[in-house]
């Protein structure tokens, strides 16, 4: 089978070099030339370029290229900058917001504008404002700047700080960039007139300062004839829910006069991001792993997202080339468990749990739960030769062997069972992927030595980052799917300092770094191994909450029986949380009758059950005994 081995050097080009096959890793810049458009936006792009063109005279108008988060607006916007390449009298600039900041933003922008002019303008411009003192400063300095060395940029700098405080200089700025423009767009060697178009990236990126800095200076000072916006961003990013909640109603009003149209960016359809996915997997050397199941898989797992589908691929080239884990499995398992952990992040996290965490292995009874549901859901009678299979597994799970009616006991079977397993067992995408991998040579080592903690991945892939919170992405972002890996900031409004957190596990060496996280925010965490030290430590110091696993040795319901105990005596009433490998209706009913939070098998859910019982303002605990009648 053709694959990646291990990594025997590397070439000029940062391709990875295997001793079996050549692997490379893809770029994720944007598209710039037809050539490289392999999801239709060469036909979008020239239709923009022709409406912008058809719209000189209605210049200053602004147009959102509206799309999510690597769906591929800065390409569209590079392919009509192409475009606009071939039209006459027609200049282009680009600007990356993400670049800046706060008011830094609004001085580059129109640094960046005005240093398109022409430098004989600039002088004129000089000459005729010569007696307005502060703006003969800085025309004289960005005439320098335009014209000479750009040692001159200090000077600017200094000269934009004396007018960022004098709202009469700003004015007449706006004032002296109108009339620049105007005779610049008028100045042209031929008809039509002159227009500049002022590619602004990644705008939903940048902090809320940084947004309002980059408006201001499209609608104050460069709303101007001759000029037009074409800003890549996504609006429901950008509107009243998202990074811009705080604004004030008149920042909103302001907000929405900026923007005269949009266009949203369609998702690629099937055939187009199939051939994309093909493209990608030729150029990083993996198509002969990818069989068309797992393309379908990719194409619609992935949203059809281009930067989503670029960095699952370069995780694989990574994770081939570099982790020494593969090095006695074929290339194509790495591909299957890496889609695994990105698709079905709840599945992977339930196969890579640490020892201890759950009894039983995820894989072996979940392939036993799709033969038995199979068999139940016939109308045939189980046939002899399976029987023994289908009632040890219902045993196993105390499903009563006294049920006759199959549906009955399949509904009382799945209440035993992880809560994903009934949505996973029709799903076909994630039974081919999974298929695949146990299909494959010596699969039952490799799901083995993952569940016993195999190294981490090298790349693993994450979730997506939250771009509403002007979050940046990652060069190389993924999903958290082990515990104790990486945790979200606590609502600042419900802190845990002053906090006791009373964790019962038999194995808290699973839950280090998560308890190092709780401690961080301000809460004291204490351990305890069993039921006898928790009930030590609760006499001791009543805690303001329990986090408490459930299987401890062989009894799988340690962790209710000593809550359930703690409660018939009173001695303690607190929240608690279950914290668990795996989560099933039966553990969440028996939670909820317990007073429980709930039970989270994540830490993103565990975080957030515990951000739920802290939401009222802080109180100590008072020991339950305490308002006993004496």
């Known amino acids: 089978m053709p694959g990646a081995g291990r990594t025997t050097g590397t070439d000029h080009g940062g391709d990875i070099v295997s001793s079996t ?13 037809a050539g490289g458009d392999l999801l239709g936006a060469g036909r979008a792009a020239r239709q923009l370029a022709d409406l912008l063109l058809a719209s000189r005279a209605s210049t200053p108008f602004t147009l959102a290229v509206d799309a999510g988060w690597g769906m591929g607006k800065s390409s569209l916007m590079r392919l009509v900058d192409a ?27 129109i640094k960046s504008v005005l240093m398109r002019f022409d430098r004989r303008l600039l002088r004129r411009a000089l000459h005729r404002v010569s007696e307005q003192r502060a703006l003969l400063r800085v025309l004289r300095a960005l005439a320098t700047v335009a014209a ?19 709202s009469q200089a700003r004015n007449e700025m706006r004032d002296a960039i109108r009339d620049l423009a105007q005779e610049w767009s008028q100045n042209a060697a031929y008809s039509p007139r002159r227009m500049l178009v002022v590619f602004i990236d990644d705008l939903d990126r940048c902090s809320e300062e940084t947004v309002l800095a980059v408006c201001e200076a499209v609608k104050v000072y460069l709303d101007v004839p001759g000029l037009a916006f074409v800003i890549g961003c996504d609006r429901s990013v950008m509107g009243p829910s998202g990074l811009l909640r705080d604004l004030s109603p008149a920042g909103t009003a302001f907000m929405e006069k900026i923007f005269q149209t949009s266009y949203r960016i369609p998702v690629a359809d099937g055939q187009d991001v199939r051939e994309y996915i093909a493209r990608c997997a030729r150029t990083a050397g993996i198509e002969q792993l990818l069989d068309e199941p797992l393309v379908d898989l990719l194409a619609e797992r992935s949203a059809r997202n281009p930067r989503r589908i670029k960095r699952l691929v370069n995780g694989f080239v990574l994770e081939a080339t570099l982790n020494p884990m593969w ?12 889609l695994i952990q990105y698709f079905y992040a709840d599945f992977y996290r339930m196969m890579t749990s640490p020892p201890g965490a759950d009894e039983g292995d995820v894989v072996a009874d979940f392939c036993t739960y799709r033969r038995v549901r199979t068999l139940l859901r016939t109308s045939a009678p189980v046939p002899d030769e399976e029987r023994p299979m289908v009632e040890a597994f219902l045993a196993q799970r105390d499903v009563p062997q006294s049920l006759t009616d199959p549906y009955a006991v399949l509904e009382r079977l799945e209440r035993e069972l992880p809560t994903v397993f009934p949505d996973m067992v029709t799903d076909a995408a994630f039974n081919s992927l999974l298929d695949g991998l146990l299909g494959l040579p010596r699969s039952e080592k490799l799901v083995r030595r993952l569940r016993e903690g195999a190294p981490a991945l090298v790349a693993a892939p994450q979730r997506e980052p939250d771009i509403g919170a002007g979050a940046i992405p990652d060069a190389r972002t993924g999903i958290v799917v082990r515990r104790g890996a990486g945790f979200p900031d606590f609502d600042p409004q419900a802190p845990l300092a002053g906090r006791t957190i009373l964790w019962v596990d038999d194995r808290p060496e699973n839950n ?75 553990r969440q009913d028996t939670a909820r009758d317990l007073g429980a939070l709930g ?32």
Request: a negative charge; hydrophobic letters at 45%.
């Open 599 to 630: 039970v989270a098998a994540d830490a993103d859910e565990l975080i957030r059950l515990i951000r739920g019982a802290f939401a009222a303002p802080y109180a100590p605990p008072v020991h339950p005994s305490a308002a006993r009648p004496r």
């Open 83 to 109: 475009e606009l390449t071939t039209a006459p009298e027609v200049h282009t600039v680009w600007y990356n917001a993400w670049t800046s900041t706060g008011a830094d933003a609004l001085e580059g922008l």
């Open 512 to 586: 280090t770094s998560l308890a190092a996280w709780f401690r961080r925010e301000g809460a004291t965490v204490e351990t305890a191994v069993d039921s006898a030290a928790a009930d030590a430590a609760i006499a001791a110091r009543v805690p303001s909450l329990i986090i408490s696993d459930i299987a401890r040795g062989t009894d799988d319901r340690a962790g209710f029986t000593h809550v359930a105990a703690l409660r018939r005596d009173e001695r303690y009433t607190g929240p608690v949380v279950f914290f668990a490998g795996r989560v099933t209706p039966a």
């Open 327 to 338: 090095a006695d499995h074929p290339p194509e398992a790495v591909l299957r468990t890496l």
């Open 148 to 166: 000479g060395p750009l040692g001159a940029a200090g000077l600017v700098d200094e000269l934009w700080s004396s007018l960022s405080v004098n």
């Open 21 to 33: 096959q050549r692997l490379s890793l893809l770029n994720d810049e944007p598209v710039d030339s």
